[in-house]
């Protein structure tokens, strides 16, 4: 049985910062991607950062300089450390892997807060 498992949301002030951990478990197939999207309330789910197995990495705009992504391809885990947080970060983020069959899994998401 597949799972990524997430930890590190929670309630932070603006300019705070936040460590995402997301850890897979039961992919036996080489993941090639993995990322995290968030979906605030009622608005889309969009793409905040990927990175591919030979660490290339993708950035929506709204977070390039103060988001980074990081993976540990042994431990299939994947990181997204935030900064300078903005009360317009706040959302439930999502991890995504894709496998090398093209399957893709989901987490069961993380709140992340971002207020005074």
């Known amino acids: 049985q597949v799972q990524l498992v997430e930890s590190g949301g929670g309630l932070v002030e603006p300019g705070g910062s936040l460590r995402l951990s997301c850890a897979a478990s039961?992919?036996?197939?080489?993941?090639?991607?993995m990322g995290w999207y968030r979906q605030a309330p009622g608005k889309q789910r969009e793409l905040v950062a990927a990175?591919?197995?030979?660490?290339?990495?993708t950035y929506a705009d709204s977070v390039k300089g103060r988001f980074t992504i990081s993976r540990d391809n042994a431990e299939r885990t994947v990181y997204l450390q935030m900064t300078s947080l903005k009360p317009e970060d706040t959302a439930v983020y999502y991890c995504?892997?894709?496998?090398?069959?093209?399957?893709?899994?989901w987490g069961q998401g993380t709140q992340v807060t971002v207020s005074a």
């Open positions: 990175v591919t197995r030979v660490d290339t990495t």
């Open positions: 039961g992919i036996i197939f080489t993941i090639y991607t």
């Open positions: 995504n892997m894709k496998d090398s069959l093209g399957r893709i899994y």
